[in-house]
């Protein structure tokens, strides 16, 4: 039973932010208060659940309009939710979360596909404690252009690269290559790491600056 100054939050995501959904939902229970700090939210003072975008539509006609909902990622359901009303309180390195009333939205909208940018955001993320393992951006799109032109013999030719190199690695098994001692992985790869990236240190941001001032609205 959620005692009377409990709050209840749910949380709804897709297939593919799931897994997000499932670490701010940890976060959120978990007992990180200090004497001196209160992270994120009082510990035991938030009820949270975790629903599929279907588990959502199926009870959407029985969800009290006082419950705070949360929208992750970039599904149907959450594209619907957002709207130019609501106000964004965080917009940075393609990562946003904003909300209005009891209603809100966390989501990555871009990647990082310049490097300085890119340093700039492994700054933010170690800031929250979050050891990623940086990615590496040298001269990364002609090493793997060449790689593929002379395993292919010319199959793809570098002007060709830009849509060649996104399938690649169905083409030329392999593809991922050792160059200078150092492990090259195919650019699909490389950008999904880059947005996981964004999407855990945008659930720890958000659980640690944004979740107690939108569950006071």
């Known amino acids: 039973m959620i005692g009377n100054n409990m ?8 297939d593919k932010t799931e897994k997000y959904a499932n670490i701010l939902r940890q976060l959120i229970s978990s007992k990180d208060d200090t004497e001196d ?20 539509l199926d009870n959407m006609a029985t969800i009290s ?5 949360l929208f992750l990622g970039n599904g149907k ?23 209005l009333g009891n209603r809100g939205v966390i989501r990555v909208t871009t990647g990082i596909e310049d490097e300085e940018e890119y340093n700039k955001f492994v700054e933010l993320y170690s800031d929250y ?5 940086k990615i590496d951006f040298r001269n990364f799109s002609e090493i793997v252009a060449n790689t593929v032109d002379k395993k292919t013999n ?9 849509k060649a190199a996104m399938i690649a690695g169905s083409f030329v098994p392999g593809v991922g290559v ?15 790491k880059k947005k996981q990236q964004q999407y855990q240190t945008l659930v720890v941001s958000f659980y640690r600056e944004g979740l107690a001032k ?4």
């Not at 010319?154 to 830009?162: I, P, T």
């Not at 939108?214 to 609205?217: K, S």
């Open 7 to 14: 709050k209840k939050l749910i949380i709804v995501c897709d």
């Open 37 to 56: 700090e209160v992270l994120g939210v009082e510990d035991g003072t938030v009820d949270v659940v975790v629903w599929r975008e279907k588990h959502y």
């Open 65 to 69: 309009s006082k419950e705070h909902i």
């Open 77 to 99: 359901v959450s594209k619907n939710e957002f709207n130019s009303s609501m106000k964004m309180y965080y917009d940075q390195f393609g990562m946003t979360y904003g909300w």
């Open 129 to 133: 404690d979050l050891n990623f393992e």
């Open 154 to 162: 010319g199959l793809f030719s570098k002007n060709k690269f830009a």
């Open 178 to 192: 050792v160059v200078a001692g150092a492990s090259v992985v195919p650019v699909v790869i490389r950008r999904q």
């Open 214 to 217: 939108f569950l006071e609205e």
